[in-house]
């Protein structure tokens, strides 16, 4: 026998790493009970969904937030720029 293999049923060896994948365990959030592999990789519960769904949207409030923001300065800029124009253009009349 090779090191980091177990004998299965068929006298043949198979990795301990695929062993480990195919033990069961419960998804913490739900419950489920699946495959380490499976837990790992393509498992999606209702759980889990739900906190995505909170979690892009606060994404996407701060974004939207941040757009405002960014906005609003540039706002306050295109204003004050034009405000120092109409006062230079008076200045330059002299």
Same mark, same amino acid.
């Given at each position: 026998?090779?090191?980091?293999t ?5 006298g ?9 994948? =195919? ?7 739900c ?6 592999k499976?837990?790992?990789h393509?498992?999606t519960?209702r759980a889990?969904?739900a ?8 994404? *996407?409030?701060a974004r939207?937030e941040? =757009?405002?923001?960014?906005l609003? *300065?540039?706002?306050?800029a295109?204003?004050?720029l ?9 200045l330059?009349?002299?």
């Open positions: 026998m090779q090191p980091g177990e004998a299965d049923s068929q043949g060896t198979t990795p301990t790493c695929r062993l480990a994948e =195919r033990e069961k365990t419960a998804c913490p959030l419950g489920k009970v699946v495959s380490r499976t837990l790992a393509s498992h519960c889990d969904a906190t995505r769904a909170q979690l892009q949207e606060e994404r *996407a409030r939207v941040e =757009r405002m923001r960014r609003q *300065a540039d706002r306050e295109a204003q004050l034009e405000q120092r124009r109409a006062k230079y253009a008076n330059a009349l002299f």
